[in-house]
Structures are given as C-alpha cells and as structure tokens.
C-alpha cells in the first residue's frame, strides 16, 4: 500500500471546520462525512466514531454556508431555496462553491499532500450532505474511490450532463431510503445508475420520510458494504467479496 498520513490543519483549505477521528491502529481508510442541511458536523463526528471502522479515520465537515435569519445551522448550498410544495428548504441549491472546497479538500489535501489513494476514501451523507457524497464520485469518473453512502439524497441537478454512453463511475454507491415518502424513489435510482456502474439500493421497511438508520438492522448495509470495501493491513476477511 502506499505511504500515506492523516491530514493536519495546516493541510486543509483555510476556514474549513471539521472534526478528525483516527482510530486505534494505523488508518488505511478515510471516511468523510457530511451533515444534512440545517445540521451541523458534530452529530457526524459522533457516528463516524459509533460505526468503529476497523483501520479508518473519520473526518466530519462542517458546511461552509451559516443559514440566515438566525437559524441554527450550515448547509451546502450556493443559495437557499424554498421548496414551494412543501415551504421547506430545497436542498438541491446548487453545489459550485461545495465542489470547489471539497476538490481541494480530496485532490488537493487528501490525495497530493497526505499520500492518499482516492481508492481507500470513503464519502457518507444524509439529505443534502448524501447529495454531496454521490456528487463528488459522479463529478470525477476517471477516478475509483473506496464507495459513496447517501441517506435519503439524490444527485444534484446541477450535475454536468450526461452523454449518451459515456464513462460511467467504478465507485459503487449505496442508496438508503424509507419504504414510503422516500426521495429515494424509482427515477433517482435510474439517474444514479446512468452515471455508476455499481448502486444498491435498500428501502427500510416500515419507515415513513427519510430519516438516519434508527436500529442495528437499518445500519446492516452499512456495514456490510463497508466490510466489502475497506482497505485492512490484515488482509482480506475470510468470505469477504469484491464489489465489481
């Protein structure tokens, strides 16, 4: 494997606000996480560290934009929209400014300065923060990293577009949702299989709205797409497959 580090501040984009979790051995992973709108990235922290990857380090982001008016909490976006069906935010707000900071924070930070290869990078989010983990693997095709988790968020719309037959991303996706009032419904799972070669999707049964996984049974796809993916200098579990 190659030589790699975990980043320090002096690393990242100045400004960025972030917690770094490493583990008990030697990192080979790197799981990035990112918070849904309205939220910040502590509650993330916080999972990253209850997941208890073997030999993975868990960096939650903040998002870099405060909501207005006083309202506790950050989000993704370039701008803040109303969604007119339902008088909430809409999270799909434009991701330009979120793209530019999290290339930096991968290509520039991760990968060039620390020795990462974007093969043992991982990227887990909810709502606009899962937005934000589909987007970076859809925006950079060429490139294979360790998988993308999205909670309850479809690709953004601002997404370059599609060509007919072009190359498709080898960074396999899983896709979680409620059984009922998901916005991971039938014409997101499509869209995410016209830009990855591999996406799974679970729906959880009984659930009504998205929402994060609520029990051991929920988080088991979890874990079971991260035991076939993450990188061990232990070597490969007995009875562990590839995602192909």
Known sequence: ???????????????????????AK???????????????????????TNLNLPETACLAIKGPTPLPFDINGFHWGDDIIFDQSTG?????????????????????????????????????????????AVDIPAGNKSIEYGGAISIGGALPSD?????????????????LGAEKNSVIDKSVEVKMKERFDFVKVVK?????????MKSREEARPIMEFFAKRLRSMQGVPEGAVELQ
């Open 88 to 132: 909430g935010l809409d999270g799909d707000s434009g991701f330009k400014r979120t793209r530019k900071l999290l290339r930096e924070v991968v290509d520039e930070s991760l990968v060039k300065k620390c020795g990462w290869n974007p093969r043992s990078i991982f990227f887990l989010g909810f709502g606009q923060g899962g937005m934000v």
């Open 204 to 212: 959880w049964g009984g659930r009504d709205g998205d929402g994060m």
């Open 26 to 48: 030697a990192a080979q992973n790197i799981l990035i996480l990112f918070h849904g709108l309205g939220d910040t990235h502590e509650p993330f922290a916080a999972l990253g």
């Open 159 to 175: 997404l370059e577009k599609l060509e007919a037959g072009g190359l498709k991303s080898a960074t396999p996706v899983l896709l």
């Open 1 to 23: 494997m190659s030589t790699h580090r975990l980043p320090e501040s002096s690393d990242f984009p100045s400004g960025l606000v972030y917690t770094l979790k490493a583990p």
